[in-house]
């Protein structure tokens, strides 16, 4: 059974603060994603990563950066909190390959950003 | 890009009648549709998911229809339940790599 596991279910941070979002999964997949969840603007893609070390910018990547440096880890950095980052995260990761397969969720990280 | 669009963004049924949500795609190459089912407080899970070589795919009460042609895929729910009341999303594969693309969601609920 694959497991996606995020750090917190819930934070609250202070504006200009530097936020840390941790991810695992343990099934040893290659592919791994950030999305932010806001009501009426479904899934939107952060970043994603193919490998270690390895990262690519998704449709809103702006005010983030994110960081792998093991395989079954990708860390989500804001890095000056803003309100207008108060959201749900939502982290999920997929085996390789040129295939595409089912993406796993995490269950969510709700940030409030004040 | 891809871009994935979901009708409607609410869907109120009773229960035991039938439920359908349609999404349209941009990307005439996207091969790979999947349908996530969120409840409340929950994270998205797969319920169902087809590929661009089959035009239907059955499992139980659920079924995803695809038309490669118009460019739409729809989820199709029989038999409503209370516990299918949730959002779903709708998703898309984007070309060339293992990215997916998704709509905004639908909420379903379902009327005792």
């Known amino acids: 059974d694959v497991k996606v596991t995020q750090s917190s279910r819930y934070l609250v941070k202070r504006t200009g603060e530097k936020v840390f979002l941790e991810c695992v999964q343990d099934m040893d997949h290659e592919n791994m994603f950030w999305y932010r969840q806001d009501p009426g603007l479904g899934l939107r893609l952060i970043y994603f990563s193919y490998d270690v070390k390895m990262k690519e910018k998704g449709d809103i990547p702006e005010g983030y950066s994110v960081s792998r440096e093991k395989k079954e880890r990708f860390s989500l950095i804001l890095e000056s909190a803003s309100t207008n980052q108060t959201s749900m995260y939502l982290c999920a990761s997929s085996p390789g390959g040129r295939r595409n397969t089912e993406a796993f969720f995490g269950q969510g990280t709700r940030l409030t950003v004040v | 890009g891809e871009n994935v669009e979901q009708h409607p963004s609410t869907l109120s049924v009773q229960e035991g009648d039938s439920a359908v949500i349609k999404c349209t795609y941009s990307?005439?190459?996207?091969?790979?549709f999947p349908w996530y089912k969120q409840e409340l407080g929950k994270r998205p899970q797969l319920i169902i998911d087809i590929r661009s070589n089959v035009g239907e795919k059955k499992d139980q009460r659920i079924a995803v229809t695809l038309n490669k042609t118009a460019k739409h895929f729809s989820l199709h729910i029989t038999e409503t339940q209370p516990e299918d009341s949730a959002v779903y999303f709708c998703a898309a594969s984007i070309n060339g790599n293992n990215r997916l693309a998704f709509g905004k969601g639908n909420q379903v609920v379902v009327i005792p």
């Open positions: 990307d005439s190459a996207s091969n790979y």
